[in-house]
């Protein structure tokens, strides 16, 4: 049984993201729908209220509650490439469409969900016990919007 599961809410975009996701991430598949039922708030009866989706191994629960929740910085989903055409691939497609980078690995999709595309050694990197390193890696980092994964590594090994 799963323990836990993240829910992304939406005002009404549920479809559209999970359509959105799975274009982007392989193997992502889309699962149950629920409805939304007579309700005293004006919401459409029939209207999906939520879509369940599985990406990267992870279920998400996309929610319809037709009430404006945005975004903000302090919840994101970090994704681990093992190379910088991954990066690149999911940089790309995430900023699409009205996406937008920001900062050291992280970027802002249409909907407004906050990614971090990430290499797949940056744990390691950042948790080395080896200060210089994890310093290097720190200041190189902070000089890039998408990272990259050689540049990142240059870093780590040569501190």
Known sequence: MLKMYACIWSNDKAADMAKFYKSIFKGTKIGKTSYWVKNPMGVKEGSV?????????????????????????????????????????????????????????????????????????????????NKKKTEAVAHAMWKMVKLDIKELKKAYDQA
């Open 49 to 129: 209220l939520t879509m369940h989706i599985t990406l990267l191994g992870q279920k998400i629960m996309l929610l319809n509650g037709f009430v404006n929740m945005p975004f903000n910085e302090s919840i994101s989903f970090v994704v681990p490439c093992k190379t910088q055409r991954e990066i690149d691939t999911y940089w790309k497609k995430l900023t699409s469409g009205g996406g937008k980078p920001v900062q050291c690995g992280w970027l802002i999709d249409k909907y407004g969900v906050r990614w971090q595309i990430v290499p797949a050694d940056f744990d390691k990197w950042n948790t080395s016990k």
